[in-house]
């Protein structure tokens, strides 16, 4: 029986659709108060005073808290500088002052709009451009104290930087006096929202001790040790829950309302369940970070790229996050792709006035190559070559050498995406025709690494139960990809595997939904543990059979002699049989990718140092420009993508249209705009600008196939990589319909106008 590659629907689809799935947001038990969070108004400024008295009155109000009533703890991701309360100073608009527990969600919400702040406003620090002047006041003047997390090597800090990493190639600067061309180029990004549907939210327990906490999350067990640490207990303290997710993208990482609920809790001594209202999720959301990039390459006339420069500034906002991890991607984009000569990278997380930025699918690599790519479009026109002959001339071949000094042993299949691209549709056949353009844009991006377990149980229906934390974000990672391999495994039917939904006590450890990598690394403990599996059922079978048990093998749902077709036992059976010979059959498997080999003294301040498990993809649009509206359409998309070994076809066609589309919004449409006052100017989702049906073409997609020798089945990563060139493809057609410069992300209808006359002035 053959699962693994076929279209089979996914476990949660009917639950689903009948609108019969409970959701973290559904969730409630017995006895439940409510809280929300009273959050600072202002962006900068030192608290004065908090009277919380008038919240205390109001009906229904059970108890309004404050950083007085909460840990002295400061905890992060990389960098301890957070703490759950603001108790002196503000540092965005959106930081939690005080929290309300009542007996329903709008008295809550109503109190805790009735807390009153005095806050003795200071000068905000809107962009990283101001938090780099020299001068500049400092988001935090104690950042010298603050500790970086357990586990990490100290990194380059100081003043209002987070987190700094740095490459210098030697003859960086000879090699640019040496080009016949130099191209310049800044690059400015604003940020990205995920935007899901369902807001944050989390019912925190308190007994025996012990704090649980109910939550749609992509990453239990980072919650529960983030939990615990701004808490100040133990992780085994902590117990997470985990429910259907209405989306995350990136942004259920991280804690939210976790601590709070947890907290809470505690100090009403019932349950407690908080949801963002929308406004205040887009406040405190940690969204896809904006940015400042400049760019210098120099070439020869020939087509050589001999020298780069690559400076870039990440907004972290008013705390570090996960920025200081993120400073390391542009040593993976900056060098891949394309062969170039020596090479300088500073890449900076910034502190401002603004909401603390996180994860978001494709983490930083969606402006990154923006920028690459571009770039790499300015660098062709200025030596007059045509864009697409320009990238195939300097591809990256087999064994290419990235800048942290690991190799790229299969680099040779980016290669193989272009020559597929044209296959598809010739690069010249497009974008023919008044204010019509194309583009294209290359990546290589990672299958997340880190570590996975599983636990398979044969129950005496003779289903197969896998036990996993892994979390089920949307993506079908484990409805589809865990649960046919899985099937495969034994030779039975995916209608035969049962899921559990994750829950930190009762399962073994994962690394979250994130990076693409469930699939890849949580089939691959499902086939380590399926190999003991396989053996006890041999055992088990032999025993009841008087049949050695390597002339057995599972498969057809049950055990038969090798070169027969009939089954001697079904699964149920020998499940059965084992109940008295041993015990249930059950067996474990766990996963971590290997670490490639690399050079730790490639950069400073390289805390995320390596690319597995790599992936290759082409994107091309066409798209068309109204020159008096300045709005742009996009006539097709086409995807070139290596996915390794497609586990589920019509999974993996959804993944990468879902992906288009979130990179479309991103090209056009979404961002978070941060006034002068460092305020958001979007604060709802009418505000929030996103690409609905109409805005989207038809996703044309050709899929290659390389297996990876060390995931299931061959499967690399899947869901992420399709976001991330897209703003770069859709840049550069729109650069080439208007003869213009793109050097924005959203690309706005007023960008498409300024672009277009700056070619009409060029042109004549």
């Not at 117990?239 to 601590?259: M, Q, S, Y």
């Amino acid at each position: 029986m053959t699962v693994v590659g076929r279209s089979v629907p996914r476990a949660d689809a009917a639950t689903k659709v009948r609108g019969e799935a409970t959701y973290g947001v559904d969730f409630e038990v017995a006895g439940t108060l409510y809280g929300a969070l009273a959050l600072s108004t202002v962006p900068a400024g030192h608290i004065r005073s908090i009277d919380t008295s008038a919240a205390e009155a109001m009906p229904g109000v059970r108890g309004v808290f404050t950083a007085a009533d909460a840990p002295d703890i400061r905890s992060g991701l990389a960098v301890n500088d957070q703490p759950l309360f603001a108790s002196d100073v503000v540092r965005f608009e959106g930081e939690a002052i005080a929290a309300v527990v009542a007996e329903t969600m709008a008295q809550a919400r109503t109190a805790a709009a009735a807390v009153r702040v005095e806050i003795e406003e200071m000068e905000a620090i809107a962009t990283v451009e101001e938090a780099l002047a020299e001068g500049a006041p400092l988001i935090h003047d104690d950042w010298h104290t603050y500790s970086v997390r357990d586990g990490l090597p100290d990194f380059p800090r100081a003043g209002n930087v987070c987190g700094e990493m740095t490459v210098d190639q030697a003859g960086v600067d000879e090699a640019f006096e040496n080009a016949d061309v130099v191209v310049e180029d800044v690059f400015h990004i604003d940020r990205q929202y995920q935007a899901y549907l369902e807001p944050k939210n989390a019912t925190g327990l308190y007994a025996d001790g012990r704090y649980t906490v109910h939550v749609a999350h992509q990453q239990p067990w980072n919650v529960r040790d983030r939990t615990a640490a701004a808490l100040g207990v133990r992780p085994s303290d902590v117990r997470i829950v985990g429910h259907h997710i209405g989306g995350g993208f990136g942004a259920k990482l991280d804690t939210a309302l976790e601590p709070y609920a947890a907290l809470l809790a505690r100090l009403a001594g019932a349950p407690v369940k908080m949801v963002h209202d929308r406004t205040d999720d887009i406040l405190t959301c940690a969204s896809r970070e904006g940015a400042v990039i400049r760019m210098r390459s120099g070439v020869t006339n020939d087509g050589r790229i001999v020298a780069r420069e690559f400076l870039c500034d990440m907004d972290a906002g008013a705390y570090a996050g996960d920025t200081p991890f993120l400073t390391s991607i542009p040593i993976f984009v900056v060098g891949s792709l394309y062969r170039v000569g020596p090479t300088r990278i500073v890449s900076r997380a910034v502190y401002t006035n603004t909401a603390p930025t996180g994860a978001f699918r494709g983490v930083s690599g969606t402006y990154l190559y923006f920028a690459l790519e571009r770039h790499t479009d300015n660098l062709a026109n200025a030596i007059g070559m045509d864009r697409r002959e320009f990238r195939v001339q300097n591809l990256m071949s087999d064994g290419h050498v990235m800048l942290n000094g690991q190799a790229l042993d299969d680099a040779g299949i980016l290669t193989t995406a272009f020559d597929k691209a044209e296959q598809h549709v010739p690069w010249r056949e497009l974008g023919k025709g008044p204010n019509r353009g194309v583009g294209m844009a290359a990546a290589v991006w990672l299958t997340n690494p880190m570590a996975g377990e599983v636990a398979l149980q044969l129950h005496t229906d003779g289903r197969l139960g896998v036990v996993t934390g892994a979390t089920e974000n949307g993506s079908g990672a484990v409805a589809m990809g865990v649960r046919q391999v899985a099937a495969e495994e034994l030779g039975i039917t995916a209608d035969e595997v049962v899921l559990t939904m994750p829950d930190t006590d009762m399962q073994g450890f994962d690394a979250g939904s994130q990076g693409s990598r469930t699939t890849h690394i949580v089939g691959r403990a499902v086939h380590n543990a399926a190999v003991g599996m396989r053996e006890r059922i041999r055992t088990v079978a032999g025993q009841v059979l008087g049949q050695d048990p390597d002339d057995l093998e599972v498969a057809g749902g049950g055990v038969r002699i090798k070169g027969e077709d009939d089954v001697r036992m079904t699964l149920s059976d020998v499940a059965r049989a084992a109940l008295g010979a041993g015990g249930p059959i059950a067996s474990t498997g766990s996963y971590a990718t290997p670490a490639p080999k690399f050079d730790p003294e490639a950069a400073t301040g390289l805390l995320f140092p390596i690319w597995p498990t790599p992936t290759y993809h082409v994107h091309v649009a066409e798209v068309e420009v109204d020159p008096v509206t300045g709005e742009v359409k996009v006539l097709r998309y086409i995807v070139v993508q290596e996915v390794g070994k497609a586990i589920n076809p019509a999974g993996v066609m959804g993944q990468i249209v879902g992906g288009v589309a979130q990179g479309l919004g991103y090209a056009l449409y979404e961002g978070l705009q941060i006034g002068p006052d460092a305020r958001y100017r979007q604060r709802t989702l009418e505000a929030y600008r996103l690409p609905i049906a109409l805005d989207m073409p038809e996703i044309e997609v050709v899929l290659l196939e390389h297996p990876a020798p060390e995931g299931p089945y061959g499967a690399k990563g899947v869901a992420e990589p399709p976001v991330v060139p897209v703003a770069a493809a859709i840049g550069n057609a729109i650069a080439d319909a208007t003869g213009g410069s793109i050097d924005r992300v959203p690309i706005t209808p007023e960008d498409v106008l300024d672009a277009l006359e700056q070619g009409s002035e060029e042109r004549t």
